[in-house]
């Protein structure tokens, strides 16, 4: 998925992130590292294709478990991605508050 977005197809990228994403759920694996990888790489995908609405509550799931995972700065690029999404659904006091506090942690 982040390789067919990276060449510019992020609506073919986006099955291909759901499919990774309930692959980890049907396996058991939907709290693993890579599951939360998988929900980042799906919630940027959204944020891609113009899905902030769908992609926001995504991305919140992406950083607790990469937040649970590796700490605290593991996160940063899903966080700014966050606020970037809240931003474009008009939560600016979140997105604000997203945005600070990633820059807080770099």
Known sequence: ???????????AA???????????????????YDAAQHLD?????????GK???AVPIFEEAIRLLTK????????????????????LGRYADAEKTLRRTEELV
């Open 1 to 11: 998925a982040t390789a067919l977005a990276q060449t510019g197809d992020a609506a």
């Open 14 to 32: 986006e099955p291909v992130a759901r499919r990774a994403v309930e692959a980890d759920r049907r396996a058991g694996r939907g709290e693993s």
């Open 41 to 49: 790489n799906l919630a940027s995908v959204l944020r891609t294709n």
């Open 52 to 54: 902030y609405a769908e």
């Open 69 to 88: 995972h590796r700490g605290e700065l593991e996160p940063i690029g899903a966080m700014n991605e966050l606020g970037i999404a809240q931003n474009r």
